[in-house]
C-alpha cells in the first residue's frame, strides 16, 4: 500500500513557477514508479510526468517538456513537480498517483493503484 499526499497548487499569472509535492508513505517505494497527471474541466485525465523511484529515470509529456521537471528526495519520501513558464492551458486539478514498477507505458493512467486527492492548479493569463 502507498499513500499519497499532494501539496502545493495555487494560483499564479501566466509565467511564474509553482512547485508540487507528494508525499508518499509505504514501505516498499524503491519498487513503485510515480507519476503526475492533471485535469481540466471537462477534459480527460491527461500524462503529465513519470519518475522510476529506484533510479530517478523520467520522462514528461511533450507539452511540458522543457517547463516541468518531475524529481524525488528519498530522504523525504517526497516527488516534485517543479513547473516554470506556467501557461493558462497548465490550469488543472494535478493528481500525484504511483504503481507497483511495470513495464507499461507510464503514460497509462490505468496502470497506476494509488491516487492523492489532488491540488488545484490555477493560471491567469
Known amino acids: 500500500q502507498v499513500q499519497l499526499v499532494e501539496s502545493g497548487g495555487g494560483v499564479v499569472q501566466a509565467g511564474e513557477s509553482l512547485r508540487l509535492s507528494c508525499s508518499a508513505s509505504g514501505r516498499t517505494l524503491r519498487s513503485h514508479d510515480f507519476g503526475w497527471f492533471r485535469q481540466a474541466p471537462g477534459k480527460e485525465r491527461e500524462f503529465v510526468a513519470v519518475?522510476?523511484?529506484?533510479?530517478?529515470?523520467?520522462d514528461h509529456a511533450d507539452s511540458v517538456k522543457g517547463r516541468f521537471t518531475i524529481s524525488r528526495d528519498t530522504a523525504k519520501n517526497t516527488v516534485y513537480l517543479q513547473m516554470n513558464s506556467l501557461k493558462p492551458e497548465d490550469t488543472a486539478i494535478y493528481y500525484c498517483?504511483?504503481?507497483?514498477?511495470?513495464?507499461?507505458?507510464?503514460?497509462?493512467?490505468?496502470?497506476?493503484?494509488?491516487w492523492g486527492q489532488g491540488t488545484q492548479v490555477t493560471v491567469s493569463s
Open positions: 519518475l522510476r523511484w529506484n533510479d530517478g529515470s523520467t
Open positions: 498517483a504511483a504503481r507497483l514498477q511495470s513495464l507499461r507505458s507510464g503514460k497509462d493512467a490505468r496502470t497506476y493503484g494509488f
